[in-house]
């Protein structure tokens, strides 16, 4: 499915986010099989409709910077990402 579509930088992309999803989030799934059927589930919408494929370049567009600023940061700090992000939601 990712060579029927054009735009392989968002299948990288997509992965990538829920990858960090899962490690970091509130995203989860009951084992790789899940996560590769949720995968399989999105590739086919992009696929089918084109209109799903622009809103979710934007929608990622936006968020990847977003993520390499919070990683970037918890590096830079040497701490780990969650105590990063909630110090960064309570205003400590």
Request: net charge negative.
């Amino acid at each position: 499915m990712i060579t029927q579509l054009s735009d392989t930088e968002l299948v990288g992309d997509d992965i990538a986010i829920s990858l960090i999803e899962v490690a970091f989030c509130d995203l989860r799934f009951a084992d790789a099989t899940d996560f590769t059927c949720a995968l399989r589930t999105r590739l086919q919408r992009y696929i089918r409709e084109l209109r799903v494929v622009n809103d979710e370049q934007g929608v990622l567009k936006k968020r990847i910077p977003w993520w390499r600023m919070a990683l970037g940061r918890a590096a830079e700090l040497c701490r780990w990402l969650a105590i990063v992000l909630m110090e960064a939601y309570s205003g400590a």
